[in-house]
């Protein structure tokens, strides 16, 4: 029986993709859930994987063939798996039969071989391998390499582009004193774990304190459309997330809802599908707030930019111990850059401040966040 392979649902939004590759050719035997091929949209990439056994009875369409949703690629021969599994099991007892012949050959080889005399030289390791070559003279040749861009990184480029073109973007800084949170995580990290699954990490702090800023100034949460302001009565937090083929956005729905352990299970689970390719189209729609953190790649301070039609975004930045005044006294704290890059045309830069300021009060004084240990 012939079934078909049809391109899955890309979004409301994308009406075609790129076939990427196939990681399976035509004769090959496919087992359930095995990748088939990988297609690439303008948010994302997908493998399309086999939803029955058999041969790959054909490729209809090649690497870098344009594709639409539900659209048949291929053709999968699922009569030829009960062959396959019969062939399989015929060649399994023939391997197992070969195998004792093989052993008792080789037992009674033993068993005849002579010591040789101890007057026969024996060669060493040196004796045998082969001359070093002499090092060729090094390649003054100067080389270029072009290679056509994803329309994963076409996207980026067009939104990052049009964010430029489109919002008047403006950023503002702060500096936060992460000792409370240090300390929280030293002391209840391990116990957090043992209850949730999951690390108690830096992000969930963030993602919290920023539902609660969100809170006081509902703006940072909006976006203009036309001459409409819309604003939504959820947080939906977009986690800019790096893979190997660009950036990604996915978003943490609802986050406004969630305590410390939802958040970093959630992120975690978005992470990982991110960096394996599972993310659906789904994941990356929507999203109206985002939160960067260059501070994993030693990222001192930067500039976020906006992730349209979002007004704004947080840029965590790496975390290191300077010199602070507390008290007239001068101490050694975590300290870390923070930068919100907000689009003027909505929000005024008083506002921003004092939502900055907002999310640093919470982070310096995280006494009105939950545990639940």
Do not use: C
């Amino acid at each position: 029986m012939d079934i078909e392979i049809k391109v899955p649902s890309l979004g409301e939004s994308e009406s075609e993709a790129t076939l990427v590759a196939w990681l399976k050719q035509a004769g090959d035997a496919v087992a359930v859930d095995d990748v088939l091929a990988e297609i690439e949209s303008d948010k994302i990439t997908m493998e399309i994987t086999a939803l029955d056994a058999g041969i790959l009875k054909s490729a209809l369409k090649q690497a870098d063939d344009m594709v639409e949703p539900g659209e048949v690629i291929g053709v999968i021969d699922t009569s030829a798996a009960v062959a396959a599994s019969k062939t399989k099991t015929a060649v399994k007892q023939t391997s197992t039969a070969t195998k004792v012949k093989t052993e008792a050959k080789a037992a009674t080889k033993i068993e005849t071989t002579k010591t040789p005399p101890a007057s026969t030289s024996l060669k060493t390791e040196t004796d045998t391998l082969p001359p070093i070559a002499t090092p060729a003279a090094p390649n003054q040749q100067r080389n270029q390499e072009r290679v056509p861009m994803s329309r994963l990184r076409k996207r980026i480029a067009e939104r990052l582009k049009s964010a430029q073109n489109t919002a008047a973007m403006l950023t503002t800084f702060n500096e936060v004193n992460l000792q409370a949170v240090m300390d929280l995580r030293s002391r209840y990290g391990q116990a957090f774990q043992d209850k949730h699954g999951v690390k108690l990490g830096f992000m969930s702090f963030f993602v919290r304190a920023v539902s609660q800023a969100i809170a006081q100034h509902p703006a940072l949460n909006a976006y203009i459309e036309a001459d409409d302001i819309v604003y939504h009565n959820y947080l939906d937090v977009g986690i800019a997330v790096s893979t190997e083929k660009g950036l990604v956005v996915p978003a943490l729905r609802d986050a406004h809802l969630m305590n410390l352990a939802q958040i970093e299970q959630g992120i975690a689970a978005l992470a990982n599908k991110a960096r394996n390719g599972g993310l659906m189209p789904d994941d990356l729609k929507g999203g109206t707030f985002s939160i960067t953190n260059g501070g994993v790649f030693g990222s001192m301070l930067s500039t976020p930019i906006l992730n349209p039609p979002q007004s704004g975004i947080l840029g965590m930045h790496t975390i290191q111990k300077r010199a602070v005044v507390e008290n007239d006294t001068i101490v050694i704290r975590p300290m870390m850059y923070l930068a919100l890059s907000y689009d003027h045309r909505l929000i005024d830069g008083s506002d921003a401040v004092r939502f900055l300021v907002a999310i640093k009060d919470t982070l310096e004084f995280p006494g009105s966040l939950t545990l639940d240990l």
